[in-house]
């Protein structure tokens, strides 16, 4: 926590939410998103089609969508609790 202090993340704002960093042991292993040949060369040859700024993952690891996913699940009193009657869905929170 002590690197996301010094890196101005803050729990305030879900595009800058605190990242635990992994530790690594193996640096000549291939990236998470080269899992197999097949997947490798997908993202190859999408990167090679694109024009403008190329990137390979259009995703961060940390994207505000993940931190809200994890967030209302992990914070239960944040949550309201609603009457079961009231509860049109399985899932629905609003």
Known sequence: ???NFVADRSFNDIMQ?????WILAD???TTLGALN??????FKDHYAEMSGRKFLYGTHYSA???V???LVR???QCVPVY????VQLPGQLS
């Open 17 to 21: 939410y605190p990242v635990l960093p």
């Open 74 to 76: 992990t914070v239960q």
């Open 27 to 29: 640096y000549t292993s």
């Open 1 to 3: 926590m002590f690197l």
């Open 64 to 66: 505000p969508g993940y």
């Open 68 to 70: 809200l996913y994890y």
């Open 37 to 42: 040949e097949e997947r490798l060369a997908f």
């Open 83 to 86: 009457p079961v009657s009231q």
